[in-house]
């Protein structure tokens, strides 16, 4: 029953209002009797239950839906497996759609056919959706006009596919809390994530220095060079920092007033120890799943502030129409070459291989893109 609901919901169809019927009934035939305009068939990542991603995803065929008048259908490029992507399916995530569901929140899209109303978009038109929506991971999507945002042709389709929700985090984060001022200092831990990657350049754009804290693990070095490479002013990983004159690593540097932590824990302890007087710690994931527990002395001698950033409450909100313009700078940085980080293009064939990657199975790899 899960199947059929998740098949009618592909559809359009409600499946508290539909009757029951067998699967096989329904088919692209069933649909040519009353509509003019079907997408192709489509395949699709999808998951009936909260739980293990390897364990509850599976990919199946989703036969073809109607169009309507505003509808615009895009044949999936390229979409990412984000670690919300991974929290969502395991229901440890705020927001998840209704089950059964398909996986995938951002990607990059080629317009393969359009709508009787549709004036915006024509055929062969690169699209992201934006916001970022549910369902990305399948090969024909149908939706409103208005969830598309045409993009230039003229971009790598790994970057189009990625645009949507690490860089504008990294661009948000550097904007929405301190103001910045050529010459400042930030600190971040997991700074070999995408975000990561985009805060040291994007920093350095600004004029910004930036101090990197990274996981101690096989291959730092190589990673500490990597990142140095972007623009990196320091790069460390957490045992180097276990020192009792831990500011006297910054050298010449500015005490950082601005933090971000991604990982929780020991490594968020680590950021409050270098920010300054007065500065600000944004957290915005919890990678190690452990608290961040702040001394009393952080608050009363240090002044410190904690805040927190999720890109969907600030998408969600009234500022979702500013992601347009802030997507298309993004997209000029790389087109210019000033932004770029690491991705792994996977055919949706070996979506089990690049899911066990980005769950970590294997080691540390790059960010894994499924290419449909």
């Keep these: 029953m899960a199947s059929l609901r998740l098949t009618l919901r592909s559809l359009g169809v409600s499946h508290r209002s539909c009757p029951r019927f067998p699967l096989s009934r329904i088919t692209s035939n069933t649909f ?12 699709a990542v999808v998951y009936e239950q909260q739980g293990p991603p390897d364990q509850v995803t599976r990919v199946i065929d989703l036969p073809p839906v109607e169009l309507k008048a505003n509808d615009v259908c895009v044949k999936m490029l390229a979409a990412p497996i984000n670690p919300s992507d991974i929290n969502r399916i395991e229901g440890v995530y705020p927001a998840r759609p209704i089950l059964p569901a398909i996986g995938g929140h951002e990607g990059v899209g080629e317009v393969y056919s359009v709508g009787s109303g549709v004036c915006n978009l024509s055929v062969g038109d690169w699209v992201i959706p934006s916001p970022p929506s549910f369902g990305t991971w399948q090969t024909y999507i149908v939706k409103e006009e208005t969830v598309w945002h045409k993009i230039d042709k003229d971009v ?35 700074a070999t994530s995408i975000v990561g990657q985009c805060v040291i350049q994007l920093a350095r754009i600004q004029g910004v220095h930036s101090v990197n804290i990274i996981r101690d693990r096989v291959g730092s070095e190589e990673a500490k060079g990597k990142l140095k490479n972007l ?6 990983t957490e045992s180097q920092l276990e020192v009792k004159n831990i500011k006297s ?35 915005y994931g919890g990678m190690s799943r452990k608290p961040v ?18 890109l ?15 997507i298309d700078h993004i997209l ?9 980080y690491e991705m792994e293009l996977v055919p949706l064939e070996d979506f089990s291989t690049a899911l066990d990657k980005a769950l970590g199975k294997s080691g540390s790899h790059p960010k894994q893109v499924i290419r449909f």
Excluded at 293 to 310: E, H, M, N, Q, Y
């Design 156 to 190: 790598p389709m790994e970057y189009a596919a990625t645009i949507n929700v690490n860089p504008l985090t990294a661009l948000r984060m550097l904007e929405d809390f301190v103001k910045l001022s050529p010459g400042d200092t930030i600190i971040q831990n997991g």
């Design 293 to 310: 527990t702040v001394p009393t002395s952080a608050f009363i001698f240090k002044d410190l502030a904690l805040r927190g950033f999720w």
């Design 312 to 326: 969907q409450k600030w998408t969600n909100s009234e500022k979702a129409k500013d992601c347009i313009p802030m």
């Design 332 to 340: 000029t940085l790389v087109k210019n070459g000033k932004l770029k």
């Design 32 to 43: 040519r009797g009353f509509a003019t305009n079907l997408s192709p068939p489509s395949k």
């Design 249 to 283: 690593l910054l050298g010449d540097l500015p005490e950082p007033i601005l933090g971000f932590n991604c990982v929780g824990g020991s490594a968020a302890s680590l950021v409050l120890k270098l920010l300054r007087q007065g500065g600000t710690m944004v957290t």
């Design 231 to 236: 623009g990196a002013d320091e790069v460390y």
